[in-house]
């Protein structure tokens, strides 16, 4: 990977991903930016598990790629920067070397494969449910809930219609040592939801 790009145009997406981005993280991989860029294009992608952002912008690509990196660093260093200056960005075996004018950083890269894929969602099932439903579902499952931030996949409500009968729909929790679960009676509608 290798483009170049006015220091104001990679400010103004690194300022806004700088925000998901906690600098201190036990899953090392979300501390990092994923810079990935095309024809004409590079984006910035950052998450939290929670949510995630994509900041798009125009720069000169001169070869292709994407690479992961420490979010704060690179924004650190963009930001102290003098006005106008002229980024070029390339990947250099494991590490990516950032240089402007006289200045020159090499920084270390994680592996793009580690880094995390939010999907999108796929319209096509949608119901409704009454809110003294929903908030049963949660108050009788959100204590099992787990709070570790290694085991992020336990870290939610799984909410599903459970096989054969298909006549209710059931929330489940766990954290690994407990496990919680309620239903309620299939709202009208969510006999084709997926589990999510």
Known sequence: MNFTIDRNALLKPLGHIYSVVERRNTIPILSNVLIETNSSKVSFTA???????????????????????????????????????????????????????????????????????????????????????????????????????TRYYLNGIFFHVPEPNKDKLRAVATDGHRLAQAEIPLPEGAEAMPGI
């Open 47 to 149: 998450t939290d598990m929670d949510m995630d952002i994509v900041e798009v912008t125009a720069c000169v690509v001169l070869n292709q790629g994407k690479v992961t990196l420490a979010a704060h660093t690179l924004y650190d260093i963009v930001r102290k920067l003098p006005d106008g200056a002229e980024i070029k960005i390339e990947q250099v075996d494991y590490n990516v070397q950032v240089s402007a004018g006289k200045s020159k950083f090499i920084l270390p890269t994680l592996s793009v494969d580690d880094f995390p894929v939010m999907t999108e969602i796929e319209k096509g099932n949608e119901f409704s449910i009454e809110s003294v439903d929903l908030a049963s579902l949660i108050d009788n499952t959100k204590f099992a809930i787990s709070s570790e931030e």
